[in-house]
């Protein structure tokens, strides 16, 4: 089980020369996820490596320009490159028509299947999960019907413990798919073997919190608890409290917050205002509230083994 998370964008409202918006790209169980798509996305994406035909699945948070317009880019960018596979596309109600009007208006050639999956819940609801992967909603609240995503590795099954199996002549391979089923084994003499001594416990599932833009909203805690990678949002810092209030973005402070409440491992903050030319400030702000705090930054990458 690995976890890889790659930032492409991390900054708010307009692109400028080093500063993109927000999009990034995870790794997690061999699965591929691109999570927001601002404008500069597929150039990101070729500059760091990001494969192409990897992705099946795009996550948008909401319907603000700084979070969606490379879509289109990239969805045309697909079609020139004769993508076949289907693609996935999650987003707040409305995404479907603005994307498909736009493909249709410019004559676009995306002839590959598109899924569209159109979220309009405010409560945290499954919305994708396979044999590897889960991803739930985080219900966020800004200025448009926002949603941030939590990633969930599956458990993996526990294995045979071959030394401990040894132990006991009456075990056999016939009891093999028994014991990875999860069930105990009663001897002949009526002894119950638990299942925890026969089989290892496999690593530890890992988990992934996207929160996108939002105002400080301590009640996703609970959806968020124990997660071992969080991305807050922090446009601001404190001294913009009232201005982050007006606009329902957070401090850096109140991403801290958030992360000390939910214990997670590690939190990244992002989404800097570009009134703020010096990004340390946000890291130091928040690590006087949660210490494992670090700053996204285009093109760096966060790995979990």
């Known amino acids: 089980m690995s976890l890889k998370l790659t930032i492409l964008g991390c900054h708010s409202a307009t692109p400028r020369v080093n500063a993109f918006p927000t999009s990034q790209y ?9 999570i927001d798509c601002g404008e500069g996305t597929q150039r990101l994406m070729r500059k760091y490596k990001v494969g192409f035909s990897k992705i099946n699945h795009i996550f948008i948070s909401h319907l603000h320009g ?15 490159l004769s993508r076949e596979k289907e693609l996935h596309i999650y987003g707040p109600k409305g995404i479907k028509e603005v994307t498909l009007l736009q493909l249709k208006i410019s004559q676009s ?9 159109e979220l309009s819940s405010k409560e945290s609801e499954l919305i994708f999960e396979d044999d590897k992967v ?10 448009v019907y926002t949603n941030g995503y939590l990633f969930t590795e599956k458990e993996k099954p526990r294995k045979l413990n ?3 199996i040894g ?28 299942n925890k001594e026969l089989t290892i416990a496999p690593k530890k599932s890992l988990s992934y919190a996207f929160c996108s833009d ?10 968020i608890e124990n997660t071992d990678l ?9 001294d913009k409290e009232d201005l982050a209030k007006k606009t329902k973005h957070s401090t850096a402070e109140q991403a801290a917050k958030i992360a000390k409440k939910a214990n997670v491992n590690q939190l990244i903050i992002g989404h800097y205002s570009g009134r703020y030319s010096n990004l340390s400030l946000f890291k130091e702000e928040a690590q006087l509230t949660f210490k494992n705090t670090d700053i996204a930054e285009t093109g760096k990458i966060f790995s979990i083994d």
């Open 66 to 80: 700084d979070h969606f317009y490379g879509l289109i880019g990239l969805l045309s960018t697909y079609g020139i």
């Open 230 to 238: 969080l991305y807050h949002e922090a446009t601001f810092l404190s």
């Open 109 to 117: 050639h995306a002839k590959f299947p598109m899924i569209f999956h």
């Open 214 to 223: 939002t105002k400080y909203k301590p009640d996703i805690v609970p959806i």
């Open 162 to 164: 071959m030394i401990n």
């Open 167 to 194: 132990g006991y002549e009456e075990i056999g391979r016939a009891d093999f798919l028994n014991i990875k089923a999860g069930k105990d084994v009663v001897l002949s003499n009526g002894k119950i073997i638990s």
């Open 26 to 34: 995870l790794e997690i169980n061999n699965r591929h996820f691109l």
């Open 134 to 143: 889960s991803v739930r909603t985080i219900p966020l609240s800004h200025r």
